[in-house]
């Protein structure tokens, strides 16, 4: 049976919409119908309304320019894109730069890329916390680097690069710099500008906005190649229609988020899961990097206990939790980033709770007081021989 009121602990696959978000998305669904490059009335009211989304966009992300944001359908299609324009852009170099830990849509671009185009990958290792081996990074930039792209947060551990601190070599050497902002945004302090970035990455759905739009910053002045083509919408850098309302509603969202990201509130939430957990179910270990680490995410292994069974009997009780990422659920391999730290034995047992401004204390009273009995149902009995 499931619970009359359910707690929803899982903000690092999606949020869910603020109202206000919603509202919005409303009115520019009945009242913004034109097109946004159509010339008369109602063509000039949704373009206005894109770049008010657009303005917002870029103070929540620390953009220069409102300009340099380029609206996509999500984190996905920016990731891929800002891969292939970098590529593009420097013609005489063959090699990427990222992490053994990135998103599954860097790694999948990255993977067709070298089978199609020749592109050499150097995949930078990570420590049990999921820290990036600098040394290693250091050693991978060279004349042949086109494009270092690593992610600024960790959608399993909540783990957080140093992003700034990695810009200034890969510039060197003559290299593009892309991160994949999308766990980040609405969740820390963000700037694209003082970092350096030449492009990043994000989408509406993971601060309470919509699913199915995200935008891609590109930095002013940079090349760039659009990877959908055939309209000068975006200003030639994204063809097709802009989907208004999404936009719209991602702007608001952005507003919202750089207004009161209530970080520290989450954080406090977090750290009251995780002591309580541990305190209940001695051995739970708390995976991620201890201080650089999301305020939202606590990545749990629960060592001899099935994570699935665990996840299937928390659902039945009302809480949604995951086992990583959203984007690689019904795959029979462990989670890729838990193998990159070493931590395979781990990946059968360990569970992510991501929370949002939406989750209160009595959410994590609810989980810590059903957690304990759950935890036994679901733990590996030994086979006697």
Known sequence: MVADSAVYLDANA????????????????????????????????????????????????????????????????????????????RPGRREVVTSTVEHASVHAALDRLAATDGIDIHRLPVDECGRL?????????????????????????????PIADLVPAAHAAGALFHT???QAAGRVA???????????????HKLHGPKGVGALH???????????????????????????PGIVGFGVAARVALADCHAQRIARLRDRLESGVVAALPGTRVLGDPQARLANTACLAFPGIDAEMMLHR??????????????????????????????????????????????TDADIERLLVLLPAIAREARILETVA
């Open 14 to 89: 999606t949020t869910p919409v603020d109202p206000r978000v919603a509202e919005a998305m409303l009115a520019a669904l009945t009242g913004l119908h034109g097109n946004p490059s159509s010339a008369h009335a109602a063509g000039r009211d949704a373009r206005r309304a894109i770049e008010a989304a657009r303005r917002d966009v870029a103070r929540l992300i620390g953009a220069d320019r409102p300009d340099e944001v380029v609206f996509t359908s999500g984190g996905s299609e920016s990731n891929v894109t800002a891969i292939r324009a970098a590529l593009a852009a």
């Open 133 to 161: 081996d600098l040394d290693a990074y250091r050693a991978a930039l060279g004349p042949g680097t086109a494009l270092v792209t690593l992610m600024t947060a960790n959608n399993e551990t909540g783990t957080l690069f």
């Open 180 to 182: 994949d902002a999308v």
């Open 190 to 204: 963000l700037s694209v500008a003082a970092s350096g970035v030449d492009m990043a990455s994000f989408s509406a």
């Open 218 to 244: 590109v930095r002013a002045g940079k090349p760039f190649a659009g990877l959908i083509v055939g309209g000068r919408q975006e200003k030639g850098r994204r063809a097709g229609t802009e989907n208004v």
């Open 314 to 359: 928390l659902d039945r009780a009302g809480i949604a939790a995951s086992s990583g990422s959203a984007c690689a659920t019904g795959e029979a391999a462990p989670s890729h980033v838990l193998a990159a730290m070493g931590l395979t034995h781990l990946a059968g047992s360990t569970i992510r709770f991501s929370l949002s401004r939406f989750n």
